[in-house]
Nanobody, 115 residues
Framework: QVQLVESGGGLVQAGGSLTLSCAAS????????MGWYRQAPGKQRELVAA???????NYADSVKGRFTISRDNAKNIVYLRMNSLKPEDTAVYYC?????????WGQGTQVTVSS
């Protein structure tokens, strides 16, 4: 069964850091661009960062310089290191391919940043 499982979220104070992990099963990981997305209450889901199989990355303007996406192709895991967190980063974070595949959306992991 192909699925993605996110973990690593939590409650952190503004200025703090978290590292999210996304473990992929099946054959979806190795050749696909992988992305981290987030959805804040009352807002649409947005792409936060993406990484190609070769390691090229791109970021939303709102997180540039603060977030770092990486991947371990041997372990089928993609990471999101989040530094200097702000209250506006509060959201449920999801990983998926880029472009996203509807059937791969998981439960996500909640990140809450207190001011």
């Amino acid at each position: 069964q192909v699925q993605l499982v996110e973990s690593g979220g939590g409650l952190v104070q503004a200025g703090g850091s978290l590292t999210l992990s996304c473990a992929a099963s099946g054959s979806i990981f190795s050749r696909n661009v992988m992305g981290w997305y987030r959805q804040a209450p009352g807002k649409q889901r947005e792409l936060v960062a993406a990484i190609t199989s070769g390691g090229s990355t791109n970021y939303a303007d709102s997180v540039k310089g603060r977030f770092t996406i990486s991947r371990d192709n041997a372990k089928n895991i993609v990471y999101l290191r989040m530094n200097s967190l702000k209250p506006e980063d509060t959201a449920v974070y999801y990983c998926n391919t880029r472009p996203a595949a509807g059937f791969l959306w998981g439960q996500g992991t909640q990140v809450t940043v207190s001011s």
